[in-house]
Structure formats: structure tokens, C-alpha cells
């Protein structure tokens, strides 16, 4: 009877061990396929085929992607709580993201990837932010999209990589996560820095920078331009003068002149606008670099090794 019992109980252990999920939040992937890639139609480009292939399909409700499994169940959900709540007071995306392997050339490529081809991003920009530890380059990485671009520059990302970084170097992957959306949450509430203010973002989710010219320097411009223009028609009042007065002195003195008639000719002087303008990732004084990933969109962003 005893014995009976025994075999029993150890039947029920087996089978609750058993039903006890591994994760407290299992990643839910997708697969790919030459005919269904599952990314946006206007991402699929002629040479980005291998670049779509080569990133994880996942379901974008997800935003916490352990695959380098640097985390408790407990720690994932509590990420998670943290990120909703992100995502809740702020209508930016928020996604956190470790990997152990990395067939990209580099993290950038890879947080740029993974954001651009699942379905990321809030509004028609798809604003966000998402963070990357990558064990395989050994690299903490942030990558920006949309308004993200524009509301963490430069100087807010080395900050908020900082914010992270000594808790990485000491494996220590929860805290590194948890106060970088401490320091995120911290610059979006301060809103878009005025290093910045030249920042277009477009309807897509583009950004350009566009450069004024100082008042000032219009104004030093305009006095140049107009004093060359002043002395142009000057100079050649006093020339038509001079001709004048040459001719009436010559007929008065019965002098034969010999003219050369010059038929729908006419004489222009033009400005050369010499001006160039610039185009590029960074503002120049401070502002987001970005650049183009693999599908064409822009993104800002920076990482450091550890």
C-alpha cells in the first residue's frame, strides 16, 4: 500500500513539474519565408533579402526577448511591467533585447534590424527605442527610430548608457535594463532637447537636419550684395555720362563718326549664386547622429563595449 502511494505521488510531481512553464514569458517567434517574409512591404528592398532572413521573427506584444536567457522568469516580468509602463505614459515603443549570436556585422545592425523587421513602433514615424546586450560583440546598444531620434540625442545617450553600464560590467543584466528605462523614462518627460530644434522628422519616419543661416549673417550678406549692386549701376551711369558727352563734343567739333550698329544684342550682368548646402547624420553642435539601416529607415542611437 505504502509502495502504492509512493509511485502515486511521484506520478503527480512529474506531471505538475511538467505543466510549470521554463519561462515565465516564452518568446514567441515566427518563421520566414522567401514567399512570406512578415516585415512591412515598404522594407522589402531589392538587396535586403539576407538582412530580413537572418533577424528573429517575433510577436511585437512581446517587448522583453531574452535569447541570450540573462534573466530570471521573475526579472523578465518585472522588465515587462516596466516597459508597459513606458509604452503607456509616453505612446513611444520600448523594446529590450539580448542575443548570444549575432550573423549581423555589427550590434548596430542588429537592433536596427530587429526593431525595422517586426512590427515596432508607435504612430506613422514608428517612434521608439530599443536596447541591446549582445553577448556575441560584447556591446550595449540603444537604436532610435522616429520622434526617438529626436528625443534622445547624442548627450541623452551616452547618459542613459552610463546609467547602465556599471551594472553590466557586473553581469548584473536586470538592474543594466532597469535603470536605462529609468533614464529613458527620465529624458522623454523632459521633452525634445533644443539641441535638436533643426531636426526634421518627416512622415515617415525620415530625419534631416535643416540649416539656417544666422540672422546676422543675412544681414552682413544683404549690405554686401546690395553695396556691389549699388556701385554696378553707379559705375555705369558715369560710363553713359562719359559717352554722351563724347559724342555731342565730337558732332559740335563736326567730327565723322564711323558707329557699328549692334542688332538685338543685349548686355546682362549676372550674380553667381555660390552658395552649397549640407546634408548628414549630425547637427554639428550636439544634437542625434543617425543613420540608414538595412531597410532604408533612419536611426539614431550609440552603444558602448563592456
Not at 542588429?110 to 560584447?138: C, H, P, Q, S, W
Request: overall charge negative; some cysteine.
Amino acid at each position: 500500500m505504502k509502495k502504492w502511494i509512493y509511485y502515486f505521488c511521484l506520478i503527480i510531481l512529474l506531471i505538475l513539474i511538467s505543466i510549470i512553464p521554463t519561462s515565465a514569458k516564452e518568446i514567441r517567434t515566427c518563421t520566414r519565408t522567401v514567399d512570406n517574409l512578415k516585415v512591412r512591404d515598404e522594407f522589402i528592398l531589392k538587396n535586403n533579402l539576407n538582412d530580413i532572413m537572418e533577424t528573429p521573427c517575433v510577436d511585437d506584444v512581446d517587448k522583453v526577448y531574452d535569447f541570450a536567457d540573462l534573466l530570471s522568469d521573475l526579472e523578465e516580468e518585472k522588465l515587462f511591467e516596466e516597459v508597459t509602463e513606458f509604452i503607456n505614459n509616453s505612446n513611444y515603443d520600448l523594446v529590450l533585447v539580448t542575443t548570444a549570436e549575432n550573423p549581423k556585422s555589427d550590434a548596430a545592425s542588429y537592433a536596427d534590424d530587429f526593431y525595422d523587421y517586426n512590427y515596432f513602433g508607435k504612430n506613422e514615424t514608428r517612434d521608439g527605442v530599443l536596447v541591446l546586450i549582445d553577448m556575441a560583440t560584447r556591446e550595449l546598444y540603444i537604436s532610435t527610430t522616429g520622434y526617438g531620434i529626436k528625443m534622445f540625442d547624442d548627450i541623452r545617450i551616452d547618459d542613459i548608457l552610463d546609467s547602465g553600464y556599471d551594472y553590466i560590467t557586473n553581469e548584473d543584466y536586470f538592474n543594466t535594463f532597469s535603470f536605462m528605462i529609468q533614464k529613458i523614462s527620465y529624458y522623454y518627460n523632459l521633452g525634445f532637447p533644443e539641441s535638436n530644434n533643426n531636426l526634421i522628422i518627416d512622415e515617415s519616419g525620415h530625419a534631416s537636419y535643416i540649416h539656417y543661416m544666422p540672422y546676422p549673417l543675412i544681414g552682413f550678406i544683404s549690405i554686401i550684395v546690395s553695396t556691389i549692386v549699388s556701385i554696378i549701376f553707379y559705375n555705369s551711369s558715369r560710363l553713359k555720362l562719359k559717352v554722351e558727352n563724347t559724342i555731342s563734343y565730337m558732332k559740335n567739333k563736326k567730327i565723322n563718326l564711323v558707329r557699328d550698329n549692334l542688332v538685338n544684342s543685349v548686355v546682362t550682368h549676372t550674380l553667381r549664386n555660390t552658395s552649397t548646402g549640407s546634408s548628414g547624420g549630425s547637427s554639428g553642435s550636439g544634437g542625434s547622429s543617425f543613420h540608414t539601416s538595412s531597410s532604408g529607415s533612419s536611426h539614431g542611437g550609440g552603444g558602448r563595449h563592456f
